[in-house]
């Protein structure tokens, strides 16, 4: 039978009836059918409760399982949580009939209570109805595309044009990697190596005729910022010619201990630019707990996509010890996903400074220390004349500027909210049905596996733990199937750009053996039978994990060891993904592309992954001795409800180097 799914968002402006506390809000649906004589019960399921919040965001999904939806009402009572008997703070009734819902799912919004003496408070929720989603682009996928289409339409199907989609597009030129052609035994020089990469960046953005978005983990500094200064500068030509202002969002990630200065970012970006400029911008970012963006996007006119693992920091990528990282540019429908992606990024940093705290916050300097899990800030351009919040995107905006793309292969978009959703996560669940769906072989190049340690250690931060799904999924295809798997990762504390390493520091501490050993210890644990010497055949034949190296080995001449920050994997051959997501457990906002083409992941191979192998492996980063010694080992970190002061100030540091950042006046510092 069809499903109804109940997407709780979030209610605004609530009032507490008892006026002496602040509510613990909670939402009570009960699906019936009001027939005429005997009505009919569907259910009833309760949100999670939200403690002290008067405008509680849950993003929860609830799942009714009927016929249809003839006279189908839902009955909506938002409550507090009391002791004794809960309150009823609000309610409304729903008529699912008249709603004409379908498989793509529909915002509602419904008024809750009418409050006397403040703003009247409403419920935000997405509802939708029928079989699992279909998509009609998804026609000329491999079994490894299916696998994680068929994942994400049963399993995701509300996050259908907002985490993921089915897509096309075309890969422009070769895939962009810096340092560039290092493989080759060129020479890497001390500046000047990567200056083109900034350049191109800027002109993706430059094209813009009437929407772009841009995301980052930080904001653009040395020649990245440069560069967008100047793509700025052709845009406010191009904004000359029309009648309505071009809009431009801006999303970077509040760091816990360096949030964004958005003030700071925008008047540098807009230092150069007339004030009466046809161009309206903004400089968001957002935390939630441990949780902000890291996706690094720049959309286009829903025509133009830049996307990958490369942050726009210059002292990472442009001076000297360069971090290996990899990117691509791609025309098509697919850059429409990006810009999608951005939509509840800014809803949510609206949302939140919309509340009594967000106000408050607003009207303080953005270089304040606040010791909150929730920061939102934002900055629009020209003050007074560009709302206060950007618009949202949709694709009827820049419906005129469509092309035909030649030469376009399927795409599979795949993302993550983090914990601006309650438990979904789309690309993680994609990604394990990729891995599930291997036949042949598995290539990864990743930062890392084994969580964040704590500096100049191979402890892993109390808390942290290792992906431990993943590694099932790796160790279930290396034992059942025979699938050969290839691990090139960062080599441990490289520092680039010379940063100090409480400014950057890529590679957790792990070395290949532990990787190894863990990958071995998840086929213990999901064979118990497996014999000693079948686990060490299947570490000499079917496990190769290496450290990232060039013709000159693993180390620049002033002798600190290179970096990779890739997320990249390819599953037989045939699809690959690039984007934003480690694979070590990391809940932030992430973003990438599957390209499901053979041939456009071969030429990919042949420009990135195959020099790569070839320099990286040489069969001396593992010993299979060590890696079955080092079975017995508890590698997750411990419990941290009891940790020190010590412990906590050692958690800053490693974090805020595991994040990568520098010093540049674009960040504030914050307890």
């Not at 949709?394 to 030469?407: M, T």
């Amino acid at each position: 039978m069809p499903t109804l799914t109940v997407h709780l968002y979030k209610i605004t402006n609530l009032c507490d009836d008892a006026f002496v506390d602040t509510a613990d809000p909670y939402v009570k649906f009960e699906l019936e059918k009001n027939n005429l004589f005997f009505d009919e019960d569907f259910g009833e399921v309760v949100s999670s409760k939200k403690k002290n919040d008067m405008n509680p965001v849950y993003s929860e999904d609830f799942k009714f399982v009927i016929p249809n939806l003839d006279n189908m009402e839902l009955k909506v009572t938002v409550m507090d949580d009391d002791t004794g008997s809960d309150d009823i703070l609000g309610g409304c009734l729903i008529n699912l009939e008249k709603l004409e819902l379908s498989s793509e799912a529909v915002e509602i919004r419904r008024k809750v209570d009418d409050n006397y003496f403040s703003p009247d408070s409403w419920i935000i929720l997405k509802l939708s109805f029928g079989n699992v989603v279909e998509d009609a682009d998804a026609t000329n996928l491999s079994y490894v595309g299916n696998s994680a289409y068929d994942c994400l339409r049963k399993e995701h199907g509300h996050f259908h044009h907002q985490l993921w989609n089915v897509t096309s597009g075309h890969v422009v030129g070769e895939l962009h990697q810096t340092p560039l052609h290092a493989w080759r035994g060129v020479s890497v020089p001390r500046e000047g190596h990567d200056d083109w990469f900034p350049e191109i960046m800027g002109e993706i953005l430059s094209r813009t005729k009437i929407w772009a978005d841009v995301l980052s983990l930080g904001p653009p500094d040395g020649k990245f910022m440069l560069s967008f200064k100047k793509a700025l500068l052709k845009i406010v030509e191009s904004a000359a010619e029309r009648d309505n202002p071009i809009i431009i969002r801006m999303m970077f990630g509040n760091i816990a201990g360096c949030p964004v200065n958005c003030t700071g970012v925008m008047d540098e970006l807009t230092a150069n630019l007339p004030p009466d400029t046809n161009i309206n911008l903004w400089v968001g970012a957002w935390r939630r707990g441990v949780s902000w963006n890291h996706a690094k996007i720049i959309a286009v006119d829903g025509k133009y996509l830049h996307t990958g693992g490369h942050n726009m920091w210059d002292p990472h990528y442009l001076e000297n010890d360069p971090v290996h990282d990899l990117s691509l540019e791609l025309e098509g429908a697919v850059a429409h996903d990006g810009h999608l992606f951005a939509n509840r990024q800014w809803d949510f940093v609206e949302s939140r400074q919309e509340t009594f705290w967000g106000t408050v916050v607003d009207k303080m300097p953005d270089h304040m220390p606040q010791a909150l899990k929730v920061r939102v800030t934002v900055s629009e351009w020209p003050t007074g004349v560009a709302s206060e919040y950007p618009p949202s995107y949709r694709k009827q905006i820049v419906r005129s500027l469509a092309e035909h793309i030649d030469n376009a292969v399927p795409i599979i978009t795949l993302g993550r909210f983090g914990s601006l959703t309650h438990l979904n996560r789309p690309s993680d669940d994609a990604f394990l049905a990729m891995m599930n769906s291997s036949q042949t072989i598995i290539h990864l190049a990743l930062q890392d596996l084994g969580p964040v340690c704590i500096p100049g250690t191979k402890t892993a931060l109390p808390g942290c733990v290792w992906p431990h799904e993943y590694l099932s999924a790796l160790g279930k295809a290396i034992w059942e199937r025979g699938v050969d798997c290839e691990i090139v990762l960062s080599n441990p504390g490289s520092i680039p750009g010379d940063l100090g390493p409480l400014e950057a520091c890529y590679g957790n501490g792990w070395d290949c053996n532990d990787v190894a050993s863990e990958i071995i210890k998840s086929i213990m644990n999901q064979y118990p039978d497996a014999e000693d010497d079948d686990l060490r055949q299947k570490v000499q034949e079917n496990l190769r994990i290496c450290f990232i190296k060039e013709e000159r080995g693993n180390t620049w001449e002033d002798s600190m060891t290179m970096g990779m920050h890739a997320k990249h994997f390819i599953i037989d051959d045939i699809a690959m993904y690039i984007g934003s997501q480690n694979l070590y457990v990391c809940d932030l906002a992430e973003w990438g592309v599957l390209i499901d083409d053979p041939d456009q992941t071969q030429k990919a191979m042949d420009e990135y992954w195959n020099p790569l192998w070839e320099c990286s492996y040489t069969g001396n980063d593992v010993d299979v001795q060590a890696v079955m010694d080092g079975l017995g080992i508890d590698r997750d970190g411990d419990d941290p409800v009891d940790i020190d002061d010590d412990m906590r100030k050692k958690m800053k540091q490693a974090s805020l180097a595991n994040s990568g950042y520098n010093k540049n006046g674009l960040y504030d510092d914050e307890d």
